[in-house]
């Protein structure tokens, strides 16, 4: 069974540089059909999604993330990681990786997931 | 980008009513649709793809539908284990959520 656990510092001050980064097990993290997801949710609210990078290392972000995030991968540790520079009180929560996909006739939901870890943003 | 409208935003239900939940596609994603079943503190349960394809091991209580850009989740014989918010997800191009339903048990 694929398991994905996020990991990273709890706590970042503002104008800084969150970094995360998930670690998978249970399964291969280089399929070309699979990519690799990071999706947020502020407190209490819905979820937004950042980007996500494929085993290449081909990446896609939300243009409203895209000049902050860098999205990387370790295919020999199994692990991709998040980047979020400039961050403000406003970037301030739970953060979670996921595993989603597409091939040439169809496209795959994010099946597997990280427990997911809270970012606070604070001096 | 694609937007998706969900409604509605919270339901107050009894055990064994029927639930129903839509989202609404601002353009085409043919079946590319997935729900979900978030509870506190936990991280998203992928319920149903491919708007109507029931992800295995999850009760055959949940359902789902498509009308061209609108799709139904639909609970039915409620469980007080059901109580959770819902997503709606497109994820043809890129990935966008639903703005989420908080389902109650009165």
């Known amino acids: 069974q694929m398991q994905l656990q996020e990991s990273g510092p709890g706590s970042v001050k503002p104008s800084q540089t969150l970094s995360l980064t998930c670690t998978v097990s249970?399964?291969?993290?280089?399929?070309?059909?699979?990519?690799w997801s990071w999706i947020r949710q502020l407190p209490g609210k819905g979820l937004e999604w950042i980007g996500y990078i494929y085993s290449s290392g081909s990446t896609y972000y939300n243009a409203s993330f895209e000049s902050r995030a860098t999205l990387s991968i370790d295919r020999s540790k199994k692990q991709f990681s998040l980047r979020l520079g400039s961050v403000t009180a406003a970037d301030t929560a739970v953060y979670f990786c996921?595993?989603?996909?597409?091939?040439?006739?169809?496209?795959?939901?994010?099946?597997?997931w990280g427990q997911g870890t809270l970012v606070t943003v604070s001096s | 980008d694609i937007q998706m409208t969900q409604s509605p935003s919270t339901l107050s239900v009894s055990v064994g009513d029927t639930v129903t939940i839509t989202c609404r596609a601002s353009q085409n994603i043919g079946v590319w649709l997935a729900w979900y079943q978030q509870k506190p503190g936990k991280a998203p349960k992928l319920l149903i793809h491919e708007a109507s394809s029931l992800e295995s091991g999850v009760t055959s209580r949940f359902s789902g539908s498509r009308s061209g850009t609108e799709f139904t989740l639909t609970i039915s014989s409620l469980q007080p284990d059901d109580s959770a918010t819902y997503y709606c997800?497109?994820?043809?191009?890129?990935?966008?959520f639903g703005q989420g339903t908080k389902v109650e048990i009165k």
């Open positions: 249970g399964g291969t993290i280089d399929s070309g059909a699979y990519y």
């Open positions: 996921a595993r989603g996909g597409r091939s040439l006739t169809a496209y795959y939901p994010n099946d597997y």
């Open positions: 997800q497109q994820y043809k191009e890129h990935s966008t």
